[in-house]
Structures are given as C-alpha cells and as structure tokens.
C-alpha cells in the first residue's frame, strides 16, 4: 500500500509545492459557515455553482434546506477558519430512465470554491473525497450538472475520467466508480482524521486570537507605538 494513497500532498521544499488541502465532512455546526461562503460568492460564481444566479435569500433557503443525515457536505478551511471550499455529495434514488447504473442510489455532486482560494487543487480535492465516499457508501455512479461555461469543474470532471454529454449549453457527466476495497476505506478514515485534527487546531486558533483581543490593555498596544 502506497503511503501517498492515502494522506493528503504535504507542502515541500520545492518554490512551486502547493499548500495541503485537508477536506472534512462539515455538520450542522458549520450550517452558518456555509451560508456565509455561498453569500460571499459573486454573481458569476453563484450562475456556475447552480447553473441559474440565486438571490441571498433563495442561498439562505438553499442551505437552511441541507440534510446533514441523508447527504454530505464536505469543506475546506483557510488558516483563519474559513469556509474556502464546500462540497454538496446529494443522493437520490435511481430513475427508472437511469441506464448508466443497476444500484437503487445514485449520487450528484457540487463545488464551489472561494476567489482567493483557486488555483490550489480545492476544487479536485472535495471532489476526490465526494467520490471515495460513494465508493464505500456503495454508489457506483456518481453525477456532476453545470453549465458548459464552467471549464474548471469541466477540467475536473475530464481529469477524473467522467463521461461529459453537452446539450443546451449545460453539461452532464458521470463517473463510474470501483467496489470499495480495504484501501479506499482506509484513506478515507485517515484523511477525515487528519483534516478533523487540522479543523480542531484552526478553530482553536481562532478562538484564542479573539480571547486576546479581548484582554486588557491588549487592544491598545498597537495604539500607544
């Protein structure tokens, strides 16, 4: 079994290494940290996430409607606890007219991914983690729906090998997954680990930056220089 199978890339001492992107399974805790990242969108960002502009208050109703029990909901977070990333892994029972699996659920999966946050490999990684999750959760067909527009969840979806139909200017695609196996419950574990200890410590930090600033005397240091 091949280490790097498993664990997330780490930061090296190569100039052009990308930072580690740790994904974590979000839960109704995080319900306001996700309608704060998909208020921050712009409107161009909100037409590729949901293939139509959605207002602030159909956003509020989009996320006050998530069911942590029935689907997943997966995120990134910056250094300062922040909401950069979020996949929406919805499943749903097979249609009739669904040739593409003979498995009484299928699953579709959304991205969506901060201004200042791309380029990173966020995107690929909340969908890496969208997909080994149906993988043990016994979905072999996984769905992604956006506009043609969107090249870089099109860039995705090619890069994971899913098969893109285009029509109307939108674009479907699906990924035909492999059984799990003992490898692909074993890096899912560990990275939900990992990236839990990491949301633990930044989430500490935050909580402690905020106690100092209200300390005594503390918020006036920088204006007594």
């Known amino acids: 079994m091949n280490p790097?199978?498993?664990?997330?890339?780490?930061?090296?001492?190569?100039s052009h290494a990308k930072p580690t992107v740790y994904v974590k399974e979000l839960s109704e805790k995080d319900r306001h940290r996700i309608l704060r990242h998909f208020l921050a969108l712009e409107e161009s960002d909100r037409l590729?996430?949901?293939?139509?502009?959605?207002?602030?208050?159909?956003?509020?109703?989009?996320?006050?409607?998530?069911?942590?029990?029935?689907d997943k909901v997966f995120g990134v977070m910056s250094h300062h606890f922040r909401l950069v990333g979020v996949g929406h892994l919805?499943?749903?029972?097979?249609?009739?007219?669904?040739?593409?699996?003979?498995?009484?659920?299928v699953a579709e999966?959304?991205?969506?991914v901060s201004k200042d946050a791309r380029g990173k490999g966020v995107g690929a990684k909340l969908f890496?983690?969208?997909?080994?999750?149906?993988?043990?959760?016994?979905?072999?067909?996984?769905?992604?729906?956006?506009?043609?527009?969107?090249?870089?969840?099109?860039?995705?979806?090619?890069?994971?090998?899913?098969?893109?139909?285009?029509?109307?200017?939108?674009a479907d695609a699906y990924l035909k997954l492999l059984p799990a196996d003992a490898v692909s419950v074993l890096k899912e574990a560990v990275q939900e680990q990992v990236a839990a200890i990491d949301?633990?410590?930044?989430?500490?930090?935050?909580?402690?930056?905020?106690?100092l600033r209200h300390l005594p005397g503390v918020s006036d240091i920088g204006k007594n220089k």
Not at 51 to 68: C, H, N, R, S, W
Not at 109 to 112: A, E, L, Q, Y
Request: aromatic share 10%.
């Open 4 to 14: 790097a199978d498993i664990f997330p890339t780490s930061f090296n001492s190569h």
């Open 48 to 70: 590729l996430r949901f293939g139509t502009y959605l207002p602030d208050a159909m956003i509020e109703k989009y996320v006050e409607g998530l069911d942590f029990s029935r």
């Open 90 to 105: 919805a499943f749903a029972p097979r249609s009739e007219k669904d040739e593409a699996t003979d498995k009484d659920t």
């Open 109 to 112: 999966f959304g991205v969506s």
């Open 128 to 170: 890496e983690r969208g997909a080994i999750h149906c993988r043990n959760a016994d979905v072999d067909t996984l769905y992604m729906h956006c506009l043609s527009s969107n090249q870089t969840m099109i860039h995705i979806a090619k890069k994971a090998g899913m098969e893109i139909h285009r029509e109307y200017g939108e």
């Open 199 to 211: 949301y633990t410590i930044k989430a500490n930090a935050r909580a402690a930056a905020k106690w």
